[in-house]
């Protein structure tokens, strides 16, 4: 797997993450595949690639690359603009992160009891959720750049969707902080993208 690939596989997570919230925030569905897959990355500590935070496969990393792809092309007809929205937004919240080592410390130390709820109850149980999704609450939703999820309120005003939407919002940014370790910059969506799509269009087709 070469340095692109690695990098366009964090970027799907970062577009999985940003697809799945969509998705609840107008549904108030996401499959558990999914939702684990996701869950499961930020519990992932020296992975001997990128393709092991999300399980050692990127099955359900498919709808992110579809996003990513459409995102890409910049064709309107298939340009999912929540989504879209969404990981950039992340994208620009990551880059914050990086500056907060008070905010890293923290979420580097609550992560391991997050992983101790996942050994215990499972990877999509409600309390990893819940407990995911305060991390990003108590972290990440205090800075100035703050991500608006729009939807429809009768789904996104029930805890466990608001629950699940911020724990997934955290592997989104997860995944954005993966894409910066492999050397990826927001640039390179602009000025690469031709390359990319080169790419991901094998990827797309698994």
């Not at 609840?24 to 499959?31: F, L």
């Amino acid at each position: 797997m070469n340095a692109m690939q690695e990098q366009l596989i964090a970027l799907g997570g970062v577009f999985q993450a940003a697809v799945l919230v969509d998705r609840i925030a107008r549904t108030g569905q996401a499959s558990e595949a999914n939702l684990g897959c996701m869950l499961g990355s930020l519990l992932v500590r020296d992975p001997k690639d990128t393709l092991e935070v999300f399980g050692g496969d990127d099955i359900n990393l498919r709808d992110g690359y579809r996003a990513l792809a459409s995102a890409l092309e910049r064709d309107p007809g298939s340009l999912q603009r929540e989504p879209l929205r969404y990981a950039l937004a992340m994208l620009g919240l990551e880059r914050q992160l990086a500056k907060r080592g008070d905010m890293l410390e923290i979420i580097g130390n609550r992560l391991p009891q997050i992983q101790s709820q996942a050994e215990h109850f499972g990877l999509v149980h409600e309390n990893v959720i819940a407990s995911s999704g305060s991390l990003y609450q108590d972290t990440l939703s205090t800075l100035r750049q703050r991500i608006q999820v729009h939807g429809d309120m009768r789904h996104l005003q029930q805890p466990s969707n608001a629950s699940k939407i911020r724990a997934l919002l955290l592997a989104g940014i997860r995944a954005a902080r993966l894409w910066r370790q492999l050397g990826g910059h927001r640039w390179q969506l602009v000025i690469s993208r031709r390359k990319l799509l080169k790419e991901l269009y094998p990827m797309l087709r698994g």
